[in-house]
């Protein structure tokens, strides 16, 4: 059974801080992964995507990747009270297209 | 921008009846997929479809459940009786062509509340 790890928090930091915020995964030929975030009683909408060894960056977030570690991290700099949100991880085990989520880290951006 | 929708936005249902979540997705994505998410829990994969029929399922996904295609447009899953442990969030959600490119785009979700 393919696993996605997470930590639930919440992860507590200050507006303006920078949130870091973390997965692994159990399958080591997983080639693509993906960041989601969810509001309460929301669906997940996508943040970003990441496919390469590396940090991928966009605004204010940057994905990194580390296969041989089979880890993968969000940062969020300049944190927001709206990016407050429960952050997904989802990864396609190989050879399927479906999502295997992490249960998610629940962040909260204190004013 | 183009996006994926659900009807209806909440669902409530005695237990043992049938219900059909409806969802339109991307209109030039060629794969679909069904999610659940029961409250305070991970989400979790059902089933996914392409090109009119399943090509993946989730031991979630009995015979109690179905999906279909029944135009070019709407993608249904059906609960045939539904049980209280059914009570959750559903998600639709489609994906382009493929190849490396596998971002699924969700839709809003159906509430299902069972009774």
């Known amino acids: 059974q393919k696993e996605v790890e997470q930590n639930s928090g919440p992860l507590s930091v200050p507006e303006g801080a920078i949130a870091s915020l973390n997965c692994t995964y159990s399958?080591?030929?997983?080639?693509?992964f993906f960041w989601y975030r969810q509001y309460s009683g929301k669906s997940p909408e996508l943040i970003m995507s990441?496919?390469?060894?590396g940090d991928k960056e966009d605004g204010r977030f940057t994905a990194q990747l580390n296969k041989a570690s089979q880890y993968v991290s969000l940062l969020i700099r300049d944190s927001q009270p709206s990016d407050s949100a429960t952050y997904l991880c989802?990864?396609?085990?190989?050879?399927?297209?479906?999502?295997?989520f992490g249960t998610g880290t629940r962040l909260k951006v204190l004013a | 921008e183009p996006e994926v929708t659900q009807t209806p936005s909440h669902q409530v249902t005695q237990m043992g009846q049938e219900v059909i979540l409806r969802c339109v997705p991307i209109?030039?994505?060629?794969?679909f997929y069904w999610y659940r998410q029961i409250l305070g829990q991970k989400v979790e994969f059902l089933v996914s479809?392409?090109?009119?029929?399943?090509?993946?399922k989730s031991e979630i996904f009995d015979d109690q459940f179905s999906v279909e295609r029944p135009d070019g447009s709407n993608f249904t899953l059906k609960i045939r009786s539904t049980k209280l442990e059914d009570s959750a969030m559903y998600f639709c959600?489609?994906?382009?062509?493929?190849?490396?490119?596998?971002?699924?785009?969700f839709g809003p979700g159906t509430r299902l509340t069972v009774l």
């Open positions: 959600a489609s994906r382009g062509a493929g190849g490396m490119e596998n971002t699924q785009y």
């Open positions: 399958d080591r030929v997983s080639q693509s």
């Open positions: 990441i496919y390469s060894n």
């Open positions: 989802a990864v396609p085990p190989r050879g399927t297209y479906k999502y295997i």
């Open positions: 209109s030039n994505h060629l794969y």
């Open positions: 479809f392409y090109n009119n029929e399943i090509s993946e």
